[in-house]
C-alpha cells in the first residue's frame, strides 16, 4: 500500500501542477491599466509556490516509494539527519520566511499603487450605493456637483436610494441615478463607495478590483477600463439571504457614446 501511496501522490502533484501550468482554469481576460501587475505578481506566486509544492510531494512520494516495508523484506535501518530534525525544521522555516517576504513586498507595491494612491485629476467620480440586494451609481449632472446625500431620506419606494432632496437642494435637481455603472474607456474613474445597510463587496474579476463596502465609511476606489464591453460587477460579501442575486454590470464605451448616453440619461432625469 505504501508505494501505491506514493504513485497517486505523485500523480495529483503532476496533475494540479499541469492545470496551472495550462491555464486550464484561470482569470478572465484583463481590461485594466493595472491589471497586468496584478497578473505578473499573481504569476510570480503561482509559479513559486507551485514549485516548492511539486517538489516537496514528489520528495514525499519517493521517501515512502523507498523505505515502504512489504511482506516479507526486513525493515531497513533508520538513519538520523545529522544534528536531528532541527536544523531541518530551521532552514525549512527560513526558506520559506525569505520567500514570503519577498512575495509581499513585492505585492504589495503593486496593492498600494491601486489602493493607496490618489485618483488623478481628471478622473470621473461616480457614487456607489451598495444595499441588499443592489447597486445604484449616481452622475452628477450638468452642473457637475453631487446633491448632498441625507440617510434619512433614503426610501427604495420613491427610487430614492441615495436620500437626495431635490425640493431643497438645487445640486441634487440634476444628478443621475442608474442601475448600471457606464463609464468610458482609458478614462481613469474614481468611485466612491457606500453601504446602506451591511458590508457589501464590488468585485470584477476582469477590472482586477476587489473592494469591501463598509457601512459609515466612504471608501474611494478607482481604476482605468482599457477595453469596450459589459461585464458583471457581483458582491463577494454574505449579506443576507438575497446575496446570490447581488450583481450589476459595467458597461465600458467609447467617450463619444458614453457622452451621448449621459446627454440622454441627462434629458430623462
Not at 491599466?33 to 514525499?60: K, P
Request: hydrophobic share 50%.
Amino acid at each position: 500500500m505504501g508505494r501505491l501511496f506514493a504513485v497517486v501522490v505523485t500523480v495529483i502533484a503532476l496533475v494540479s501542477a499541469a492545470i496551472f501550468a495550462l491555464h486550464v482554469w484561470w482569470l478572465p481576460p484583463d481590461i485594466s491599466a493595472h491589471g497586468s501587475r496584478i497578473d505578473r505578481q499573481l504569476n510570480e506566486t503561482m509559479v513559486t509556490a507551485g514549485i516548492l509544492f511539486v517538489a516537496a510531494q514528489l520528495a514525499l512520494g519517493l521517501f515512502v516509494w523507498r523505505f515502504d516495508v512489504r511482506d516479507g523484506m526486513p525493515p531497513r535501518a533508520v538513519k538520523t539527519f545529522p544534528g536531528g530534525v532541527t536544523p531541518l525544521v530551521v532552514l525549512a522555516i527560513l526558506f520559506v520566511g525569505i520567500e514570503i517576504l519577498v512575495l509581499t513586498f513585492v505585492g504589495s507595491k503593486v496593492w498600494a499603487s491601486v489602493y493607496q494612491t490618489p485618483a488623478p485629476a481628471e478622473a470621473l467620480q461616480i457614487e456607489v450605493e451598495a444595499e441588499q440586494f443592489a447597486f445604484y451609481f449616481r452622475y452628477a449632472g450638468p452642473d457637475g456637483k453631487f446633491g448632498t446625500m441625507h440617510p434619512d431620506l433614503m426610501n427604495d419606494a420613491t427610487q430614492n436610494f441615495f436620500g437626495l432632496d431635490p425640493a431643497n437642494d438645487t445640486t441634487a435637481r440634476d444628478d443621475i441615478v442608474v442601475g448600471t455603472l457606464v463609464i468610458p474607456v482609458n478614462q481613469p474613474i474614481d468611485l466612491r463607495l457606500h453601504a446602506k445597510d451591511v458590508n457589501h463587496s464590488f468585485y470584477v474579476p476582469e477590472l482586477r478590483i476587489q473592494q469591501d463596502f463598509v457601512p459609515g465609511m466612504v471608501i474611494p476606489l478607482h481604476f482605468t477600463a482599457t477595453q469596450t464591453g459589459k461585464y458583471e460587477l457581483v458582491c463577494t460579501q454574505l449579506c443576507g439571504l438575497g446575496h446570490y442575486n447581488m450583481r450589476a454590470y459595467i458597461e465600458v464605451k467609447t467617450p463619444a457614446d458614453f457622452a451621448q448616453w449621459l446627454k440622454a440619461q441627462a434629458a430623462t432625469s
